[in-house]
């Protein structure tokens, strides 16, 4: 918890801590919801990296640069 909550902004910590908690004896699962399937691919990421370049929006390439940087270093259990 405490890598949590110094990854993130604190209202974003405290909005995940006031979700309440599910009921279901379910396992929790990671799913990617831009693929079918909803697990995550290299494929599908890089679709949704290219789609977001071409929108309206501007792009500051050093930030998106950091930002993946950021992501693929994180230390996630697999």
């Known amino acids: 918890m405490e890598k949590i909550k110094n990854t993130l902004w604190q209202v974003d ?9 599910s009921f279901s004896r379910q396992a929790d699962r990671i799913i990617w ?3 079918n399937k909803e697990e995550f691919n290299v ?4 679709k ?3 789609s977001n370049k071409r929108s309206d ?3 500051d390439s050093s930030l998106t640069h950091s930002w ?3 992501l693929w270093n994180l ?4």
Request: some cysteine; glycine content about 0%; aromatic content about 14%.
């Open 43 to 46: 494929k599908s990421c890089c």
């Open 68 to 70: 993946w940087s950021y």
């Open 33 to 35: 919801h831009y693929e």
């Open 57 to 59: 929006s501007p792009s």
């Open 13 to 21: 910590y405290d909005a995940i801590l006031a979700l309440p908690r």
């Open 75 to 78: 230390n996630l259990p697999n």
């Open 48 to 50: 949704l990296i290219m």
